[in-house]
């Protein structure tokens, strides 16, 4: 159950919980309001009534909403890094890897609560610990695939992290632009096109120690 659903179910006043349910019912309730909102509109109290709640309820969690909005950012900057890592592992085929790997920024994107917009949107960039956060998580999915390409390729790291950063950003525009656009093109075809474009280019570093199959 997604953080919102967990809102939904949980909403309803003067119900008790248990501190984790209730921390994950307010997290729901502070995605639906900053997705919607951005950070600067969104109030306390627009979060407390989203989530059902008093406002020294939240409080009790949450000290402030610079606080809600961190809590929020580790949570999907994770989920990130683990769909990225879960592509990677998901086959040795490396032309398949692209496509996963590009197909899990796309899923990212495309996940109904809206979450990468916090992520890749976000109108607190100027805050350092929202900067930060959002630095960090890109140089992790690139440290994760620039593992795989300079294993595979030989590359030393450095240049292998280079074609690890151009993919992933790659895929992360071209994914935001495939859903704010609302293209016709479906996602498995927009993957298909996307990755079908970078592996013409990573195809050309020939494997490590073998032949590599174009």
């Known amino acids: 159950m997604t953080a919102i659903e967990q809102t939904e179910a949980a909403r309803p006043r003067g119900t008790r919980l248990p501190r984790r349910a209730r921390r994950n019912q307010l997290l729901g309730a502070a995605q639906e309001v900053f997705v919607a909102q951005g950070y600067h509109a969104a109030a306390m109290d627009d979060i407390a009534e989203r989530a059902g709640v008093s406002k020294p309820v939240l409080y009790q969690h949450f ?7 961190l809590a929020l950012l580790d949570q999907h900057c994770e989920s990130l890094l683990q769909a990225v890592r879960t592509a990677l592992a998901s ?7 692209v496509a996963a790997t590009m197909d899990a920024y796309f899923a990212y994107v495309e996940d109904e609560g809206g979450a990468f917009r916090l992520v890749f949107e976000s ?17 992790q999915c690139a440290e994760e695939i620039a ?24 895929s992360q525009v071209v994914a935001r632009y495939w859903l704010h656009s609302e293209s016709t093109v479906g996602r498995d075809k927009a993957v298909e096109l996307l990755s079908s474009l970078a592996w013409r280019g990573i195809a050309g570093f020939p494997l490590h120690g073998a032949e590599q199959s174009t």
């Open 123 to 139: 109108d607190l960039t100027n805050e350092p610990a929202v900067r930060e956060r959002v630095e960090k998580v890109t140089l």
């Open 91 to 97: 086959t040795t085929d490396n032309k398949l890897r």
């Open 63 to 69: 000290p402030g909403k610079l606080d809600l909005y």
């Open 147 to 170: 593992e795989v390409i300079s294993e595979d390729t030989g590359l030393p790291r450095d240049e292998a992290m280079l074609l690890a950063v151009g993919l992933g950003g790659v």
